[in-house]
């Protein structure tokens, strides 16, 4: 179809989408850009943050990204991510204990290998935070 374009999002456990989709919302390494059909050929780092998942004009899905990398084409947009889940399954005491965990162990980090790995994690656990304080509460 002309007024979609083929979305795949793998993690290192399993295919977590593949379907047609209007516009994917990627947080890229330099920005969020819109993956539509007729993109131009992307290939872009992505950093942590929330993937909107657009059909009929509205966001259907947010999966929350841990980074990784994005290949986009003018049919298909293949997300392959450090860690992927929906935004509905993040919990804000896990990310806050997840969050504590990784300040600690970036306190705590002896080296730099050590420091950049904590320096992640906290990264992670705090866009996972940015993305439960823009979920709407549920009803």
């Not at 989408?17 to 131009?40: I, N, T, Y």
């Not at 950093?47 to 998942?53: E, K, L, Q, S």
């Not at 806050?96 to 600690?104: G, H, V, Y």
């Amino acid at each position: 179809m002309a007024d979609t374009i083929e979305f795949e999002l793998v993690s290192p456990e399993r295919l977590v989408l593949s379907q047609p989709v209007e516009m994917a919302v990627v947080p890229g390494a330099a920005g969020d850009f819109g993956a539509m059909p007729q993109h131009a050929p992307l290939i872009s780092a992505v950093r942590p943050g929330v993937i909107d998942i657009y059909q009929g004009g509205k966001v259907t899905s947010r999966i929350f990204v841990a980074g990784g990398f994005v290949e986009v084409t003018s049919v298909r947009c293949t997300v392959l991510a450090e860690e992927a889940m929906p935004v509905t399954e993040l919990d804000q005491a896990t990310v806050a204990a997840r969050l504590e965990f990784a300040e600690r162990s970036l306190a705590d980090a002896a080296g730099d290998p050590a420091r950049a790995k904590a320096q992640l994690a906290v990264a992670v656990a705090q866009a996972m935070q940015a993305a439960l304080a823009k979920t709407p509460a549920p009803h």
